[in-house]
């Protein structure tokens, strides 16, 4: 990468001081102005051509000790001495300008030399088309803002020389048709010229400056947030920071994760972060830090599944629940239920209890105390029979007592199973959406009070609820 962008910049050494010596020497022989203007453009774009080789050379050098973000804005600042060429030759051509439209100077061009000239700035056309299409491609692909600035002045080569040329056509017309006034077509041209050179050189040294001052580029951060954004597990954004550097950025962030994630996952959003990054913004440096969000309820989801991980390591634990947790002096104290298979002696729960309570209070280092209470729910086996078939008119019965409800149900898909004459039913019922938890439980608890209130051998009724699907 580093000896294409400086063979690119050496060439466009070379192309400068070819076009400088032979404007200097045309336009000398002529006495052009504008000739003369554009030998002085081009010999400023030789000594940025120059400065922009060293720039780009001592650019690519890497960081060391004294400069930990690089030697990139050197090529920020050699933009900078190059605005500063360009606006030196624009008031020297604005003098000359002025003293040739109105203080009376009078410089003769003659005819031959302005055919001499066209052809000189055709030439110089055709040069500059060509170095400055090298610069930009080399800018574009390797974010040089110090081939970019020359690619400029090159590109503002091509339209003075089309201005100049203009002057030159007028001087020659005037002269073949004694048209004295038409003499003056050279200093304007020059005057043309200084106006465009000075707008590109405003254009570029404000640029310039921004970069200096590490000024962010536009719309940078708002590329960066929607990268961050996108990433799952991010939950703030508190700070974004761009500092460009030649054709590097370093990139800050701070970002908000939730204070329960593991070391590992949040290694692992810092790593995806960077790599949208890089993919988004090849010459970039992203250094993130992270800080903790607390989320309403992911502490309890937290101690849940902390808990549920020690107890399913006991063989003899199903099912966890009435977890309380209890914070007195920034410390907790956690009270819980567990359902066991089997029967056991006070001296084998008081042992299971201790063992639990040590292993939660080694997992959760605030954790002053853990009561365990245990409930023997031995597993059933029920063996039964499908009667479904032989229950229609049941199954009809139950249709209408159920879908008659004000709630709008729809209970489908009934099925009813036979033990020792008592009947087991499973009901699916669809109900809407946006019902709650809590209503839901009602209108469950509500069709099996009224199944056993009709039906007399129902020994136990499961339902299952679905959204309903309009």
């Not at 089309?162 to 017309?173: M, R």
């Not at 409930?375 to 009809?396: G, M, N, P």
């Amino acid at each position: 990468m580093s000896s294409e962008k400086q063979k690119v910049a050496l060439s466009s050494v070379f192309a400068a001081v070819f076009l400088t010596i032979i404007k200097i020497v045309v336009g000398v022989f002529t006495g052009s102005l504008g000739l003369l203007s554009e030998a002085a453009h081009s010999a400023m774009d030789l000594g940025a051509a120059i400065v922009t080789f060293f720039a780009v050379k001592i650019s690519d050098k890497p960081a060391d000790m004294d400069h930990n973000y690089g030697h990139g804005k050197i090529e920020s600042f050699s933009a900078l001495i190059e605005t500063a060429l360009l606006l030196v030759t624009c008031g020297w051509i604005i003098y000359e300008a002025v003293e040739r439209l109105f203080l009376g100077k009078i410089v003769q061009v003659e005819a031959a030399g302005s055919v001499w000239g066209i052809g000189i700035m055709i030439l110089s056309i055709v040069i500059n088309v060509s170095r400055s299409r090298a610069l930009k491609k080399a800018a574009q692909k390797y974010g040089s803002q110090a081939l970019e600035a020359d690619a400029l002045h090159f590109d503002t080569d091509v339209w003075s020389s089309l201005v100049v040329i203009v002057g030159l056509v007028c001087v020659a017309i005037g002269d073949f048709f004694n048209i004295p006034w038409l003499k003056y077509g050279d200093p304007v041209a020059a005057l043309g010229v200084s106006v465009l050179v000075i707008f590109v050189s405003i254009d570029l040294g404000k640029r310039t400056i921004d970069v200096l001052l590490d000024a962010a580029p536009k719309g940078m951060i708002t590329n960066v947030l929607n990268e961050v954004n996108a990433v799952n597990g991010v939950l703030d954004v508190a700070s974004v920071r761009v500092r460009p550097s030649g054709p590097n950025y370093f990139i800050d962030l701070s970002i908000g994760i939730n204070r329960n994630e593991s070391h590992r996952v949040v290694h692992s959003i810092v790593d995806e972060i960077k790599e949208r990054l890089h993919n988004k913004i090849p010459n970039c440096d992203v250094m993130v830090s992270t800080f903790p969000i607390d989320i309403p309820g992911a502490e309890d989801r937290e101690v849940f599944h902390t808990i549920k991980k020690i107890v399913d390591k006991f063989p003899i634990c199903t099912n966890i629940h009435n977890i309380h947790v209890y914070e007195v002096a920034k410390r907790k104290f956690i009270a819980l239920h567990l359902e066991i298979k089997e029967s056991m002696t006070l001296k084998e729960s008081h042992k299971l209890s201790h063992d639990i309570s040590e292993m939660i209070q080694e997992a959760m280092c605030d954790v002053e105390e853990v009561s365990v209470n245990f409930e023997c729910v031995k597993q059933r086996h029920i063996q039964a029979q499908d009667v479904t078939e032989e229950k229609e008119a049941l199954i009809s019965e139950i249709d209408k007592m159920i879908n008659k409800a004000p709630d709008k149900l729809n209970c489908h898909d009934i099925k009813i199973y036979s033990r020792d004459d008592k009947l087991t039913m499973f009901l699916h019922c669809e109900l809407y959406e946006d019902y709650t938890s809590e209503k839901i439980e009602l209108i469950s608890k509500s069709i099996s009070n009224k199944l056993r209130s009709n039906i007399s051998n129902v020994a136990d009724i499961h339902i299952h609820v679905e959204p309903m699907h309009e």
